[in-house]
T-cell receptor
Framework: AQSVTQPDIHITVSEGASLELRCNYS??????LFWYVQSPGQGLQLLLKYFSGDTLVQGIKGFEAEFKRSQSSFNLRKPSVHWSDAAEYFC????????????FGQGTTLQVKP | DGGITQSPKYLFRKEGQNVTLSCEQNLNHDAMYWYRQDPGQGLRLIYYSQIVNDFQKGDIAEGYSVSREKKESFPLTVTSAQKNPTAFYLCASGTGGNTGELFFGEGSRLTVL
């Protein structure tokens, strides 16, 4: 079955420190992978996506993610975190069949200490 | 601007009442989706539609109903049969098929009193 696991429910980092959010997936074929960010009470905004090609993808707001097929992982990174990065982050895999559906992880809440 | 509009943003209802959440998109997307979000559970798919006049159940469709009479609109009704309807509801749209990327609305928070 297709699934996404985000092992860390909550992460706290200091402003200016580096960040890595983990994502592991289970998918039968070559996956399309996504990271979304959600501010409190808001919808989801796409940070970046991987479809094929270069396994290191760049996104908005200084984020990047690396696809590692051998580890079934798609971890999100940022070299220096800003207070405005505090939010909830969702990893997603898809599409499921030919439906366009995405399967989401449980989310990781990022808290940034001043 | 192109996007997805959900309304209302906040909604309160009494137990036993049905309520309908609106979702409209002007992105010319064929596919639309409703997800439910609860703390610590991520997003769970309620219903989706890949084309007008057709829709399929997602993982947690019980107690919900939808319609897709127009390409732009995909309203969700939370019926009195939904045992725990208090949640944050997110509507999304996409080109469907095997491209995968979804675009989300701002969400609607339903509270049952």
């Amino acid at each position: 079955a297709q699934s996404v696991t985000q092992p860390d429910i909550h992460i706290t980092v200091s402003e200016g420190a580096s960040l890595e959010l983990r994502c592991n997936y289970s998918y039968g074929a070559t996956p399309y992978l996504f990271w979304y960010v959600q501010s409190p009470g808001q919808g989801l905004q796409l940070l970046l996506k991987y479809f094929s090609g270069d396994t290191l993808v760049q996104g908005i707001k200084g984020f990047e993610a690396e696809f590692k097929r051998s580890q079934s992982s798609f971890n999100l990174r940022k070299p220096s975190v800003h207070w405005s990065d505090a939010a909830e982050y969702f990893c997603a895999v898809g599409p499921s069949g030919n439906t366009g559906k995405l399967i989401f992880g449980q989310g990781t809440t990022l808290q940034v200490k001043p | 601007d192109g996007g997805i509009t959900q309304s209302p943003k906040y909604l309160f209802r009494k137990e036993g009442q049905n309520v309908t959440l609106s979702c409209e998109q002007n992105l010319n997307h064929d596919a639309m989706y409703w997800y439910r979000q609860d703390p610590g559970q991520g997003l769970r798919l309620i219903y989706y539609s890949q084309i007008v006049n057709d829709f399929q159940k997602g993982d947690i469709a019980e107690g919900y109903s939808v319609s897709r009479e127009k390409k732009e609109s995909f309203p969700l009704t939370v019926t009195s049969a939904q045992k725990n309807p208090t949640a944050f509801y997110l509507c999304a749209s996409g080109t469907g098929g095997n491209t995968g990327e979804l675009f989300f609305g701002e969400g609607s928070r339903l509270t049952v009193l």
